[in-house]
C-alpha cells in the first residue's frame, strides 16, 4: 500500500490472498440477517476477528503504530445511502479498510474525492484490499451494483 496516495487520495489498495481464509466459510447468502433499518444482508456467525488482527499487525502497524481496532462488519448488499457522498468517521474511526470477497464486474465501483474533488474510484475484485481516509475532508459513496457484492468492513482510529 502506498501511504501517499492515502494522504493526497484519500485511499490506497492492494491485494492480499491471505485475508479469506482468516475470514473462512461463509454461510449461504439466504440464511444471512436483514438489517430492515440499513437493508444490509450480514451474517451474524461469522468470526471477523482474526482477518482484523492480521489488517491490524501487517498494514496498520506499518504506518499508524498506535492505533486502536475498531468496529468490523460484513454485508452483501449496498445500502442506498452508501450511493450518496458521505464519511463514516462518525463511527469513529480515522482508516477503514475494506476486503472484497466476490468481484464486480457491472458497476459497484467505490469512489473517493477530498475537498469535494474527486480522486479516484476502483472497481472491486475479490481479495482487493482498499484502505481509505475518515478524515473530515475525506468522502466516499459506491456506485450500484446489481450484482452480489460481498464485502467486509474494519476500521481503525489513531
Known amino acids: 500500500m502506498d501511504l501517499t496516495d492515502f494522504q493526497i487520495k484519500g485511499f490506497t489498495y492492494t491485494f492480499d490472498y491471505d485475508i479469506i481464509d482468516l475470514i473462512g466459510e461463509l454461510p449461504p447468502i439466504n440464511e444471512w440477517e436483514i438489517d430492515d433499518e440499513y437493508d444490509v444482508q450480514y451474517p451474524e456467525n461469522v468470526d471477523l476477528a482474526p482477518a482484523m488482527d492480521y489488517i491490524s499487525a501487517k498494514y496498520?502497524?506499518?504506518?499508524?503504530?498506535?492505533?486502536?481496532?475498531?468496529?468490523?462488519?460484513?454485508?452483501?448488499?449496498?445500502?442506498?445511502?452508501?450511493?450518496?457522498?458521505?464519511?463514516?468517521?462518525?463511527?469513529?474511526?480515522?482508516?477503514?479498510?475494506?476486503?472484497?470477497?466476490t468481484d464486480v464486474t457491472e458497476g459497484g465501483e467505490i469512489c473517493f474525492r477530498v475537498n469535494k474533488t474527486e480522486t479516484g474510484f476502483l472497481q472491486p475484485r475479490k481479495h482487493m484490499l482498499v484502505m481509505a481516509s475518515q478524515e473530515s475532508h475525506v468522502e466516499h459513496k459506491v456506485n450500484y451494483t446489481p450484482e452480489m457484492r460481498i464485502v467486509s468492513n474494519y476500521g481503525f482510529d489513531y
Open 60 to 101: 496498520m502497524s506499518e504506518y499508524f503504530p498506535n492505533h486502536t481496532a475498531g468496529y468490523k462488519y460484513l454485508w452483501c448488499r449496498t445500502e442506498s445511502s452508501t450511493m450518496l457522498w458521505h464519511n463514516d468517521l462518525i463511527e469513529g474511526c480515522k482508516v477503514f479498510f475494506l476486503y472484497y470477497l
